[in-house]
């Protein structure tokens, strides 16, 4: 949907047995921009016009069966860019913001002008961007992140990077709970995990980035992905939704942080599970971290541990990759529970942008951490060159262990 110039349109989704609900939008559409408008006389209608909220549709979802507590409407509200400044929080708390706190409801999308998305560029690098600086155009990514590291040194933290690298992994991450520490800081840890990169390299002769996790105060995060970047840091990974989409969006405008960032969706289960609250998970891991600059986007996974319904999964994959924003497409990464038989699932549902992301699957490999990237990029290859698991397990015994272990989902 594209909004008339000037408005930007948000769609919520309400519950309720008995509502009205054209009324009910109407009272949204004039209480979240003049407040009133009834009581107005003629002569104030005329000037505040320019700043009221239009109902622009109404769909309401009767339940075939009466269903107590099934009937819904998705209500499509549009808003005047003249209420607030062209930035992601006073976009939120004007469509938002009080309302999140009414009842049953739901935001479920954002339809935003293109005067509003001009001042957004968008990820720095997006999926081009990501596959020119590996060097790999022709199949899924695969990305490892660091298991058990609150505690270790950085020789331990070292050795734990070279084993994922020898693997053949092109990404890695840190875990989203380490945090700047007296062991493992910051710049030091740049240093020795990119030197086991290049050590790796030696053997495998493949490139890999390293997302370090970006974290302290927010008034000093600018100045610790410098240093991460100066001492040789070529990605980041952030927790956006504990300091929210903007600060994302100043770090990814700021052309001194030159890598890409991968935003990690922590507190994210407090805003979308819920069918009647929160924010809809497409917009907020999807549209949203797009907008504000995510090269990748990390959501979990409809086929492991911590499930988000395929529908819902795959439609944030939608919002980061649709040609319906101007912004680059950001590289869309499911996680949570994946193993080497999940490949196929994945690229069947996904294609082949999209990064396989895995910890447990590779690091709990009976033959260790470097089988378990090789059995990963074993099951990559085949699975995207047609082939079946079970076939290409006959030729390496790193598959075929993992898929004895962990099943084969083909």
């Given amino acids: 949907m594209k909004p008339d110039k000037g408005m930007c349109i948000a769609v919520y989704r309400t519950y309720d047995d008995k509502a009205d609900f054209h009324k009910k939008a109407q009272s949204i559409a004039v209480g979240l921009t003049v407040g009133s408008w009834t009581d107005l006389p003629e002569a104030k209608k005329a000037a505040m016009e320019k700043h009221l909220g ?68 968008g990820p720095k690098y997006g999926i081009r961007g990501i596959r020119e600086q590996l060097g790999v155009h022709d199949r899924p990514l695969l990305m490892s992140i660091f298991k058990s590291v609150i505690g270790h040194d950085l020789q331990g933290l070292e050795e734990q990077f070279f084993q994922q690298a020898l693997g053949g992994v ?29 050590r790796a390299e030696q053997e495998t002769g493949q490139k890999l980035l390293y997302a370090v996790n970006l974290t302290g105060p927010t008034s000093r995060l600018a100045e610790q992905a410098k240093k991460a970047v100066d001492a040789g840091a070529n990605a980041l990974l952030f927790n956006v939704l504990a300091y929210g989409y903007d600060v994302l969006h100043e770090l990814s405008k700021d052309p001194a942080i030159s890598v890409p960032i991968a935003a990690h969706p922590a507190m994210a ?11 809809a998970a497409p917009l907020l891991l999807g549209k949203l971290m797009r907008i504000a600059g995510a090269d990748l986007s990390l959501f979990p996974s409809p086929y492991g541990s911590v499930v988000m319904p395929k529908e819902e999964n795959l439609a944030v994959r939608d919002a980061l990759l649709s040609d319906e924003l101007s912004v680059p497409a950001s590289m869309p ?26 910890g447990g699957g590779i690091h709990g490999h009976p033959m260790g951490t470097a089988a378990g990237g090789r059995a990963f990029r074993q099951a990559i290859d085949a699975a995207a060159s047609g082939r079946k698991l079970s076939e290409a397990a006959a030729e390496h015994e790193e598959l075929r262990t993992a898929l004895e272990l962990w099943g084969n989902k083909e």
Avoid: W
């Fill in 54 to 121: 239009q109902v622009v549709r109404v769909d309401i979802h009767e339940p075939e069966d009466g269903a107590p507590g099934a009937r819904y409407a998705d209500l499509y509200i549009a808003y005047p860019e003249v209420n607030f400044s062209q930035d992601i929080p006073a976009l939120l708390v004007t469509v938002f913001g009080k309302l999140s706190m009414d009842g049953r409801i739901k935001l479920i999308d954002l339809h935003l002008s293109e005067s509003f998305l001009s001042v957004f560029p």
């Fill in 170 to 198: 092109d990404l890695i991450k840190d875990d989203e709970i380490l945090f700047e520490n007296p062991l493992t800081p910051l710049e030091r840890r740049v240093e020795v995990c990119i030197a086991a990169a290049r």
């Fill in 269 to 279: 289960g407090a805003l979308y599970p819920s069918p009647h609250y929160g924010i």
């Fill in 333 to 358: 990464v499911p996680s949570a529970g994946i193993h080497p038989g999940l490949v196929p699932l994945i690229l069947r549902d996904f294609g082949h942008e999209v990064v396989v992301n895995a």
